[in-house]
């Protein structure tokens, strides 16, 4: 059925490298996506979203890459933090309806020292 | 800005009974805020769409009779569980979404449990 997923279930970076967290989103019909934040007994935290009109988006430390053609959405973090430890979700939007998101299994990233 | 707030941010309660989780979007309004679950180590799972004025809209698999939501004004949805049952322990987290845009901003999270 159709689905966001990611390829990677942890992640582990030292602190100061660059991270890269991957999804893979399979309706072709999805015009928007987020990438959330979520810290252990917290809600989502936003960081960063993309429409699918534009390929990449830069925040701040962050950027999100978007390829179409392959239904490919990834999420970069400059310098990576022991603060960005934290499981990381991307989501998409279906058009139609509500709005809803379908939220990916999700990423857990680790910094260590 | 953008700021959602969930109250109460945990409970315990006994078998049976019936809990009330209220979502507040405290510095914008939300026509549309959503309810999801989530169990530990899990994903989100989306389990209705509350529409202020309106009835919600339940996924498929959820129990309307069972959480009743209530989305009375344009910064408050509320979610209760009735008769709650120790399956019922979970993470509950409500967002609302920023109108014109497509943006949900999540709350804290509310954590259930049933004994």
């Known amino acids: 059925g159709e689905s966001v997923g990611l390829h990677l279930p942890t992640l582990s970076v030292q602190e100061g490298d660059n991270s890269i967290i991957n999804c893979a989103y399979s309706n072709s019909a999805s015009d928007y996506f987020i990438w959330y934040k979520q810290e252990s007994g917290k809600g989502p935290q936003f960081i960063i979203d993309?429409?699918?009109?534009?390929d990449k988006r830069q925040g701040q430390r962050v950027t999100v890459l978007l390829n179409k053609t392959v239904k490919h959405l990834s999420l970069q973090i400059a310098a990576t933090q022991p603060g960005d430890s934290a499981v990381y979700f991307c989501a998409e939007k279906r058009s139609g309806g509500y709005n809803k998101l379908i939220f990916g299994a999700g990423t857990r990233l680790a910094v260590h020292p | 800005g953008a700021v959602v707030s969930q109250h109460p941010s945990r409970v315990i309660c006994k078998s049976g009974t019936s809990v009330k989780i209220e979502c507040r979007s405290l510095d914008f309004q939300a026509t549309t805020m959503f309810w999801y679950r989530q169990f530990p180590k899990q994903s989100l799972m989306l389990m209705a769409t509350s529409n202020e004025g309106s009835k919600a809209t339940y996924e498929q698999g959820v129990e309307k009779d069972k959480f009743l939501i209530n989305h009375a004004s344009l910064t408050l949805s509320t979610l209760t569980v009735t008769s709650a049952h120790p399956e019922d322990s979970s993470f509950y987290i409500c967002?609302?979404?920023?109108?014109?845009?497509?943006?949900?901003?999540f709350g804290p999270g509310t954590r259930l449990t049933v004994l």
């Open positions: 967002s609302a979404r920023l109108a014109p845009t497509d943006t949900q901003y």
């Open positions: 993309i429409r699918s009109n534009m």
